[in-house]
């Protein structure tokens, strides 16, 4: 029996190490700016590319590492050097996820390096799932694919909201309904290719937080994809939709299969923020004094640093035995994947709160970071299935019944 360890191998800490290092010196510095910006960061994302930090061999060495415990490790750094920039580096790899999670290995092997492209040439991907009436509810989502069986081609009309890199992506992954009637079972996941006609942006959102990643709508007007870009294929898809007509239960579902696999790597990042988060204040509080004294010597300050740690090596552990489990193929009993994003997002959002309070006045202008880092911790609680959602999962899961 192989010999229990919570220790980080080699070269786990020597990649954890590289990305630090790179969150350090240059996103963090770089984080400020981009948030009033309101931009994708691309002399960012190239200099990730010059490194091979942005490239489809180092998320496919990240997804091989056998613990799984590599993926949140990236993800933890980047959103320590800043979220919003990790978002707008990374958030090509949901549009990887939705390719692995979905396709044959042959569509992995076509579509998955399209989405970095190469350091002279970079690619951007996008995972467009949620729509203007379907958020929570994925079963309800209202973008149609149609079969156009003469020219082997699917017709996707509709539109998507709240995507990131939505409409400035290259290739986006778009999730659609063969057959409304079927609900979740009648859907499935298109590759739209670079240079697609009839998929467009529409409107960009100014944000909260997370500024420098970009979030737009994006529509599809007749845009017809070759009959290779359903993933999965056709076959798999009808075999589906038969079953589900004849009333069988479904094994996958398109868009929660993505999320299920994509929710530690999320979780991660919020535990990146918080982490910084709390680094900042503990040092802030050791530095700062008032009436003669440390402001850390209170103990109602030092107690808010001590849940603060408490909260992030926690979330720190949901997340890695949840990507643990994924990887190796463990069954997630209680929802194990949906509680990593429940308490590190929560956890993020508290942490920074507590952050700002630390701070003071200091804690609530833009000089300082901590007010971003709330700002940015915000979204960890809606998006990849609100909190709500998350519980709702976790209550199904160590239930048997099925809550509402
Ligand atoms: C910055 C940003 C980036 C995003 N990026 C992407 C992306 O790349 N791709 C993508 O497809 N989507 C993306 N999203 C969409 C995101 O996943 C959705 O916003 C999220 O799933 C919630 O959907 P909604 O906003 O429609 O809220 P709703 O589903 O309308 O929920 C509203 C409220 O009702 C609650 N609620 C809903 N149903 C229930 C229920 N059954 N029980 C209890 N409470 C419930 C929710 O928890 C929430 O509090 C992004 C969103 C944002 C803001």
């Known amino acids: 029996m192989a010999e229990f360890s919570l220790e980080l191998n080699e070269d786990q800490l020597q990649i954890q190490k590289w990305v630090h290092d790179f969150a350090d010196s240059v996103i963090r510095p770089a984080a400020h700016e981009w948030d009033e910006r309101e931009e994708t960061p691309w002399p960012i994302i190239e200099e990730a590319a010059k490194i091979g930090l942005y490239s489809f061999e180092f998320v496919a060495n990240c ?9 949140p490790i990236v993800n933890e750094e980047m959103a320590w050097g800043d979220a919003g920039i990790a978002l707008a580096i990374f958030g090509s790899t949901l549009g990887v996820a939705g390719i692995f999670a979905n396709g044959t290995p042959e569509q992995v092997v076509e579509w998955a390096p399209q989405c970095f492209g190469t350091p002279d040439d970079i690619k951007l991907a996008a995972f467009a799932v949620s729509e203007p009436d379907a958020g929570s509810d994925v079963s309800s989502l209202r973008t149609r ?31 659609a309904s063969a057959d409304p009637t079927l609900g979740s079972r009648g859907q499935a996941s298109f590759v739209v290719p670079p240079g697609t006609p009839g998929i467009a942006q529409g409107q960009k959102f100014k944000k909260m ?16 994809v070759p009959g290779r870009c359903l993933l999965g294929g056709k076959d798999k898809l ?27 790597t999320v979780a991660a990042q919020a535990v990146g923020i918080a982490r910084a988060a709390y680094e900042y204040a503990l040092e802030y509080a050791k530095a700062r004094r008032q009436f003669g004294r440390a402001i850390i010597e209170n103990q109602a300050i030092a107690f808010k640093l001590v849940d603060m740690k408490t909260r992030v090596d926690a979330s720190r ?24 994003k429940l308490y590190a997002g929560e956890t993020a959002v508290w942490v920074t709160e507590q ?20 700002r940015d911790s915000k979204i960890y609680t809606i998006f990849e299935g609100t909190s709500e959602i998350q519980r709702l999962v976790i209550a199904r899961a160590i239930s048997g019944v099925h809550i509402q």
């Open 317 to 340: 552990l949901l997340v890695h035995r949840a990507a643990w489990m994924g990887r190796t193929g463990k069954t997630f009993e209680a929802g194990e994947g949906s509680m990593s």
């Open 355 to 374: 952050a700002i309070q630390i701070l003071g006045g200091y804690g609530y202008v833009r000089e300082y970071p901590v007010e971003r880092w709330h």
């Open 238 to 264: 009808d075999e589906r939709m038969a079953r589900a007509r004849e009333g069988q239960r479904a094994k996958v579902q398109a868009a929660m299969a993505t999320f299920e696999a994509s929710r530690p």
């Open 63 to 71: 997804f091989a590492d056998p613990t799984g415990l590599l993926l």
């Open 145 to 175: 694919a149609l079969y156009d069986e003469a020219k082997d081609e699917w017709v996707l009309n509709g539109t998507k909201t709240w995507i990131t890199n939505g409409g400035i992506a290259d290739l986006h992954v778009v999730v």
């Open 209 to 224: 937080g997370i500024r420098a990643s970009h979030t737009a709508e994006v529509v599809l007007t007749d845009c017809r």
